[in-house]
């Protein structure tokens, strides 16, 4: 079993920046690609960014290129999403998830194996 915590979101204005964590425990860290997930209201949870188990593969979604950067640090057993230029159409709750099967990274919701509580981020216009 993984339990996976998010740091608290927050409020932030458009334009804005925001970091979001998640530290992971109760297996080997490196063994699970990771990944951030988001949903906002009413619509569909969609992938954000992922990243191998090492670290030396991201992967992201169109909408997030060039302003999203995902990380981690394997010796703090911790995931990270730097997020730039922060648009209102960015407000939604965010998810990361554990691939334990995978090597990554995979920005398909479907092989994940544990997921965070979610943490809400909110983009003010």
């Known amino acids: 079993q993984v339990l996976l915590v998010e740091s608290r979101g927050g409020l932030v204005q458009a334009g804005g920046s925001l970091r979001l964590s998640c530290v992971a425990s109760?297996?080997?860290?490196?063994?699970?690609?990771m990944g951030w997930f988001r949903q906002a209201p009413g619509k569909e949870r969609e992938s954000v960014a992922a990243?191998?188990?090492?670290?030396?593969?991201?992967s992201y979604a169109d909408s997030v290129k060039g302003r999203f950067t995902i990380s981690r640090d394997n010796a703090k057993n911790a995931v990270y999403l730097q997020m730039n230029s922060l648009k209102p159409e960015d407000t939604a709750v965010y998810y990361c998830?554990?691939?334990?099967?995978?090597?990554?990274?995979?920005?398909?919701?479907?092989?994940?194996?544990?997921w965070g509580q979610g943490t809400q981020v909110t983009v003010s216009s």
């Open positions: 109760g297996r080997t860290f490196t063994s699970y690609a």
């Open positions: 990243i191998s188990r090492g670290g030396g593969s991201t």
């Open positions: 998830a554990a691939d334990y099967h995978g090597y990554g990274p995979t920005l398909s919701q479907y092989v994940y194996d544990y």
